[in-house]
């Protein structure tokens, strides 16, 4: 449970009070962080705004979104990708990045140790960069230096503690690491933002610490040095810088996704940043005790922390400030202008009466309107009737049945002191499949989950949202237990009816936190099957980070 910080509990009373009399307060809390996005995309992860342009990926699907200002969601792009639930997170390319080789408004987007190149005006995707020494499958991050201190390059960090310099050609190098813990969301600071001005900035999630990377002979290709724990910080995901001045995007001028458990996108109005421009935000990814987000500045040659709460609740991922640096889109030309002299030549008044507003009409947003109406893609369509298949957490059954639901492959975990860490992703999944019985209340179904890699021991546990359904997925009265030691469930319901029955199971992915880490390789094969159902083997790999 989130502590309550004396901060928090005064600015909770003050907003108490003054909301009795009616009162409107601005100034507390610092933050005033708006839904914008819910349920869709599911699974927010990534986010990049550009004053005309908002962007989001998907956690288990390889679409990148396009949001407008009604939280209409279409297609931008699709990734080639995994086929697996990664944290895929973006970035758009500012005006400075130019000077390194890079077109600016294009868009890239890290997947595992590979980055990917959206084009801006085709949004075709291609291989831009494989990242050589990045061991990480998943959670890299990536930014541009919009300051010169690295060339205005790309900077994407990789997991387990490499920092990479991109240039526009490709070219990566390694420019610093392994350093920290479970490192994130890079930022190149101000030039003169105290002691670390002009360096990478790099959040260490599970070090609790951010971490900087300084280019001794800017803009060239180094040394490098890494400077450990500058600040302190719970559970950071990103570090970010605020543009000076501020820019927006619909009225927003800074978006968070939290992933798990809302599925949404939260957007900080441009007016909490009055006046901030050129400091920093820090914000944490879960709410642990001491999470928050929180404003950096400097005063005195020190950096000086502050709460910018409220946090948004939940699991907190990708976030962005919309970037005041990327150029606009440029307007497609139409052949409605090569018309205007000739009509104008035949028929002076009649002409010039249907020309103008014909140009004017088809110019400017014919290429945002075309977009709006376009249907959203479900996410890995599944063939309907399918027998089973393991969802990530927030999967109906109605999306199960009628073969929509997004299938999930794989869970990552982290080690420390031989022991698996509290952080497997995501959280929970389902195990859905479809029986048929006769009418009557002893109906048992028996589900297994084996092991066949042979490297570990631990179990995932059955937890609360696991249900069975009829055709019509309306619950039905039902009875399930596990044997904790096989991790087999069983399933005892009332079929009123004879016929097709859903069950979906829903296990605790962090279950197994605490358990002595697997051997080998690190990586684990679960099956899961339904006993006497032919074709209920699913299968689901526990990947080491």
């Known amino acids: 449970m989130k502590k309550i910080t004396l901060r928090t509990k005064i600015?909770?009373?003050?907003?108490?009070?003054?909301?009795?009399?009616?009162?409107?307060?601005?100034?507390?809390?610092?933050?005033?962080?708006?839904?914008?996005?819910s349920g869709n995309p599911p699974f927010p992860t990534g986010v990049a705004a550009a004053p005309d342009l908002f962007l989001v990926s998907e956690y288990c699907s390889e679409k990148v979104d396009k949001v407008d200002c009604n939280a209409n969601v279409t297609t931008y792009a699709t990734m080639p990708g995994f086929g697996s639930c990664r944290e895929k997170y973006l970035t758009i390319a500012p005006s400075q990045?130019?000077?390194?080789?890079?077109?600016?408004?294009?868009?890239?987007?890290?997947e595992g140790s590979f980055v990917f190149k959206i084009d801006a005006n085709t949004h075709a995707v291609t291989l831009f960069a494989a990242l050589q020494g990045c061991a990480a499958a998943d959670h890299n991050g990536i930014t541009f230096d919009h300051f010169g201190t690295f060339g205005n390059d790309m900077i994407v960090t990789c997991r387990e503690g490499n920092v990479f310099r991109v240039h526009g050609d490709g070219t990566s190098t390694l420019i610093a690491g392994p350093f920290g813990v479970d490192i994130e969301g890079p930022a190149v600071v101000p030039p003169g933002f105290g002691p670390h001005g002009g360096e990478i900035w790099v959040a260490d999630e599970d070090g609790n610490a951010v971490h900087a990377v300084r280019n001794t002979n800017p803009p060239g290709p180094g040394p490098y040095t890494v400077f450990p724990n500058i600040l302190s910080h719970v559970n950071p995901e990103g570090v970010f810088v605020i543009p000076s001045p501020p820019c927006a995007f619909c009225g927003n001028a800074f978006y968070q996704a939290e992933q798990q458990q809302f599925q949404l996108v939260w957007a900080y109005p441009l007016s909490d940043f009055t006046g901030l421009g050129g400091n920093v935000i820090i914000n944490s990814e879960s709410g642990v005790e001491g999470a928050d987000t929180s404003l950096v500045t400097v005063s005195g040659g020190n950096y000086v922390q502050s709460s910018f709460g409220p946090r948004p609740p939940g699991v907190n991922e990708g976030a962005y400030f919309v970037d005041c640096a990327v150029p606009t889109a440029t307007p497609t030309s139409?052949?409605?202008?090569?018309?205007?002299?000739?009509?104008?030549?035949?028929?002076?008044?009649?002409?010039?009466?249907?020309?103008?507003?014909t140009a004017t009409a088809t110019s400017t947003p014919t290429a945002t309107a075309t977009s709006t109406p376009t249907p959203t893609p479900t996410p890995t369509p599944?063939?309907?009737?399918?027998v089973s298949q393991i969802t990530p957490t927030g999967t109906t059954c109605a999306q199960f049945r009628d073969g929509t639901a997004a299938t999930l492959?794989?869970?990552?975990?982290?080690?420390?002191?031989?022991?698996?860490?509290?952080?497997v992703t995501p959280g929970v999944f389902f195990y859905w499949v479809s029986v048929t019985v006769p009418a009557g209340n002893n109906n048992i179904v028996t589900i297994t989950q084996t092991i066949t890699t042979g490297n570990f021991t631990g179990k995932f546990a059955f937890t609360s949202g696991s249900n069975v359904f009829d055709s019509n997925c309306n619950s039905v009265s039902e009875t399930i237990t596990q044997n904790t030691t096989t991790g087999t469930v069983t399933v005892n319901f009332n079929a009123p009816t004879a016929g097709t029955y859903i069950i979906g199971i829903k296990y605790n992915s962090k279950s197994i936190a605490g358990d002595n880490a697997p051997t080998g390789n690190g990586n684990v094969h679960y099956d899961f099957a339904t006993t006497g159902v032919p074709g209920s083997t699913q299968g689901l790999d526990l990947i080491k980070n």
């Open 11 to 37: 600015y909770l009373t003050i907003g108490a009070l003054l909301a009795l009399t009616g009162v409107f307060y601005a100034q507390f809390p610092p933050s005033h962080p708006v839904q914008f996005t």
């Open 409 to 423: 492959s794989n869970l990552n975990y982290s080690v420390a002191n031989g022991k698996i860490k509290n952080n």
């Open 97 to 110: 990045s130019a000077n390194a080789g890079f077109q600016p408004r294009d868009v890239f987007a890290t």
């Open 334 to 357: 139409t052949p409605t202008a090569t018309s205007t002299p000739t009509a104008t030549a035949t028929a002076t008044a009649t002409a010039t009466a249907t020309s103008t507003p």
């Open 382 to 386: 599944t063939p309907p009737g399918r």
